[in-house]
């Protein structure tokens, strides 16, 4: 007889003769080495990158979508018997379901919400898992990225849209500024003495150089 420790966060599946056995828990375990075969299984949390694949929205644009999944294995015994590679099936099925929800969504809704690709995402690339013994925790887009041109056309839009926002403030302050001295001008119009009210109160600050203009009109009377 042999004896096998196994570590909290794994699990060996035990084969006798070579059918399936039972899964032994983390502890220390003894059994036949002769006969029975142990396999590992590592219980942990997992991440798997979907690489970048170019798709066709509903409109026929391509653009380029990465995923990432965060699993974990759930049954031992069937990710091990129920397919030759579960970790690559669930690669697979991510595929297909980001694909599919590329394909029902429009360009311009994709720019305008990237996260609504992850919605329902996990629950689309669960649904290709039925017995595989893998439990899938969360998918989400983890990259959408666009051609060249349109990745231009769209910072030109971006720049187009903050350039009118900043001339449209431009003329409003202009516009304000105009209406302030139109007002002016209609007080002044209407009551001529505060011109000479401003013209004092401008002299009387400190620094202001008042320039004396003499009156053409006047003739200085000569005495005799």
């Known amino acids: 007889m ?11 599946v035990q084969f006798t003769d070579g059918r399936f056995d039972k ?7 003894r059994y036949n080495r002769h006969r029975s075969s142990l396999l590992t ?5 997992r991440s798997t990158v979907v690489p970048g694949q ?5 409109d026929g644009i391509t653009v380029k979508v990465s995923v990432l999944l965060a699993w974990r294995v759930a049954d031992p015994r069937a990710f091990l018997t129920a397919s030759t590679n579960a970790e690559y099936d669930l690669y697979t099925a991510a595929q297909l379901a980001i694909r599919d929800a590329v394909a029902a969504t429009a360009f311009d809704d994709l720019l305008a919400d990237r996260g609504r690709l992850s919605a329902g995402l996990a629950e689309a690339t669960a649904a290709y898992l039925d017995g595989l013994g893998v439990e899938l925790i969360s998918a989400a887009v983890k990259d959408l990225m666009l051609p060249g ?9 971006l720049l187009a849209r903050e350039r009118g926002k900043a001339e449209l ?13 139109a007002n002016a001008a209609r ?14 109160q401008a002299a009387a600050s400190p620094g202001t150089t008042v320039v004396l203009t003499p009156d053409p009109s006047y003739i200085p009377r000569t005495p005799g």
């Open 2 to 12: 042999a004896r096998v420790t196994v570590m909290d966060w794994e699990r060996r």
């Open 149 to 157: 041109e349109l990745r231009r056309a769209a910072t030109e839009t």
């Open 169 to 181: 403030e431009h003329a409003r302050a202009e516009a304000a500024s105009l209406r302030t001295l």
């Open 23 to 29: 899964v032994l828990a983390p502890g220390r375990h």
């Open 187 to 200: 007080l002044l119009e209407d009551h001529p003495a505060l011109l000479q009210l401003r013209t004092i």
């Open 54 to 58: 170019e798709l066709l929205t509903a």
């Open 41 to 45: 299984v590592d219980m942990r949390q």
